[in-house]
């Protein structure tokens, strides 16, 4: 019997295997939505969404320049023009739809960012990477995320970098597709202020790529394109003086912020980091963030040792570890007492997913 069984075609496993994957990991936030989620709106969304948004919308008045008006720090135009569609298809305002939605749209990124890192860390990682990434995210911490409706910004960044950076860096610089990564990162940018970080992290393996592999003038124009649209974007991010009291008032509170962003889920007691901040960084600290980006630093310092061609795709891997540690440094200076709240610890946890994809890559030999 077995002598005619035929084997899996390779499409329909990655269908099955990407359908179990979603299935599982929607289902589990789709469960804690159903046991702790509220339909009474929380938070930002009374003056975000309610007061700015809907209000005037419903009474004609929203103008298209008012969809990129700051909140906060950032300009969150994709999670602004999602409610409103949310708004129109349901006929009323429901954060219970949002939290559904929101949770569709977190399984869609890490889907992409898991396809990504699978073409990248080579062929035979990708049901590992599914495997790692479903176990990761089913622990709820970012539930304040999960179950408040006004979030989708933090999901909108992480697609949109994703596919941003794969762009920018394994297309050919100033080709088609490579300025839909332009577009792409332009679109993280609208959602949360960190997305900026997409265009640095692809200047920076542009740069590296020209200076030791390639020697192509364009790579050498789209990373100083994609500098000067960098700057543009953290020059033009709002300063809120009534912030103040949240960023990093030194460098040692930097540090020591950065230190336990770079460290999770590695942590130390709540008073020993009340102790660090006042004191400054700890060994212990920072002994953790080498634990935990050990294999992120061993991928770069092989890639700049064997010099890889412009088109290997490990290349997106080495973007990835610079664009977190965009994301992990922005939310160090500028939440810099609350660097470990809930809601930022889904852009941390990607750190830890990038380091498991450059420890699988570094095995397989890609």
Excluded at 237 to 261: G, I, K, W, Y
């Amino acid at each position: 019997m077995n002598d005619h069984m035929r084997p899996v075609p390779r499409r329909v496993l990655l269908l099955l295997q990407f359908t179990a994957f979603a299935s599982a990991l929607l289902g589990v936030k789709l469960w804690l939505i159903h046991s702790y989620g509220n339909d009474v709106p929380y938070w930002d969304q009374w003056d975000g969404e309610a007061v700015g948004l809907y209000v005037p919308f419903l009474r004609g008045e929203l103008s298209w320049l008012e969809l990129f008006a700051p909140h906060n720090e950032h300009r969150i135009f994709t999670t602004r023009i999602l409610g409103l569609l949310l708004l129109q298809l349901n006929g009323l305002w429901s954060p219970l739809l949002e939290m559904a939605v929101n949770a569709v749209l977190h399984v869609l990124a890490l889907g992409t960012a898991v396809w990504l890192m699978g073409k990248a860390a080579g062929k035979q990682s990708l049901a590992l990477l599914l495997l790692f990434t479903l176990l990761l995210f089913a622990i709820p911490f970012g539930w304040e995320n999960t179950l408040a409706g006004f979030q989708a910004q933090f999901y909108f960044v992480l697609l949109f970098s994703v596919l941003s950076i794969w762009w920018l860096v394994v297309a050919q610089a100033l080709s088609r597709w490579w300025w839909l990564g332009v577009a792409s990162a332009v679109a993280a940018y609208f959602s949360l202020a960190s997305g900026v970080f997409a265009l640095a992290a692809a200047a920076v393996v542009l740069l590296i790529r020209f200076a030791i592999v390639s020697r192509d003038r364009r790579e050498l124009a789209g990373a100083l394109l994609l500098l000067v649209l960098f700057l543009a974007g953290a020059f033009t991010t709002p300063v809120l003086e009534q912030h103040a009291q949240l960023r990093a008032s030194d460098a040692p509170h930097f540090f020591t912020a950065l230190s336990l962003v770079l460290a999770w889920p590695f942590q130390i007691s709540p008073e020993a980091i009340e102790a660090a901040v006042k004191e400054g960084p700890l060994l212990k600290e920072w002994l953790l963030v080498i634990a935990r980006n050990l294999p992120v630093a061993a991928l770069v310092c092989s890639m700049l040792w064997k010099l890889p061609t412009r088109s290997n795709p490990a290349w997106f891997l080495v973007a990835l570890a610079v664009w977190f540690g965009g994301q992990a440094a922005a939310v160090a200076y500028g939440r810099s007492n609350d660097a470990l709240v809930s809601r930022y610890l889904d852009l941390h946890t990607m750190g830890v997913l990038v380091n498991f994809a450059c420890l699988v890559a570094i095995c397989t030999g890609s």
